[in-house]
């Protein structure tokens, strides 16, 4: 049996309430194979995570970049926090290692196990918040995730689909792009997602992927090369 408690000893943490820790690295699929589980699956963990880690990114861009209007903040905050930056920092810690996953799950390596790593970091710092409060996982986000902050800013890796597609649609026809999910396909633990991308009332794009960050990428990947914006 996987023991949650001897991942967060890798990481110098010893969490007061161990039910908190596991359910972090519990996945759905999981409960699946065992209905009869005691905790329930990380998604809620996942959901206050997320804007735990928005907070203290928030702040420390703030802080660090007082010259920066607070659209580039927003980019930079989004390309750090964006999943493949997350799953990286998950693998290099070994997360997956102690997860609890169905069968199945364990045998994936593709791009579906990146996002369950990235959202499993994430539930980790809801659980983290819960269990120790704001100040501990800001120390956790700092020492694992800002320390990749210089290397996003030097070679402007903040500069996403979304963000250039935004800016040339600002400046070329004054109007803000919007992303609208389309429709969703499969089971809950393996979605795809269709999003287009609208300038106004018209949709310019789509875009697909096993999560809405991923499906707005593409979407506003293929909305430049529509324009020929690129």
Request: net charge negative.
């Amino acid at each position: 049996m996987i023991d949650p408690t001897a991942f967060a000893a890798t990481l110098d943490i010893t969490f007061k309430k161990n039910d908190l820790l596991t359910q972090a690295l519990t996945h759905r699929s999981y409960l699946n194979e065992n209905p009869g589980f005691r905790l329930g699956h990380n998604e809620r963990l996942e959901y206050l995570g997320d804007a735990v880690l928005e907070l203290v990114v928030t702040a420390d861009l703030f802080e660090r970049f007082p010259d920066k209007p607070e659209g580039e903040l927003t980019s930079i905050r989004a390309a750090l926090v964006n999943a493949e930056i997350l799953a990286g920092i998950a693998a290099e810690i070994k997360m997956g290692d102690y997860m609890l996953l169905s069968r199945g799950e364990k045998k994936d390596t593709g791009r579906a196990r990146h996002y369950i790593l990235a959202n499993a970091f994430e539930a980790f710092v809801g659980a983290l918040y819960l269990d120790q409060g704001y100040d501990a996982c800001a120390d956790f986000i700092k020492k694992y995730l800002l320390t990749h902050t210089s290397e996003v800013v030097e070679k402007r890796l903040w500069k996403d689909p979304k963000s250039s597609f935004q800016e040339a649609a600002q400046d070329r026809v004054g109007i803000t792009p919007s992303y609208k999910v389309l429709r969703e396909v499969g089971p809950d633990h393996q979605k795809k997602f269709f999003v287009g991308v609208f300038l106004g009332s018209t949709q310019v794009a789509e875009g697909s992927g096993p999560s809405k960050q991923d499906a707005e990428v593409e979407a506003a990947e293929n909305a430049l090369r529509e324009k020929g914006w690129g």
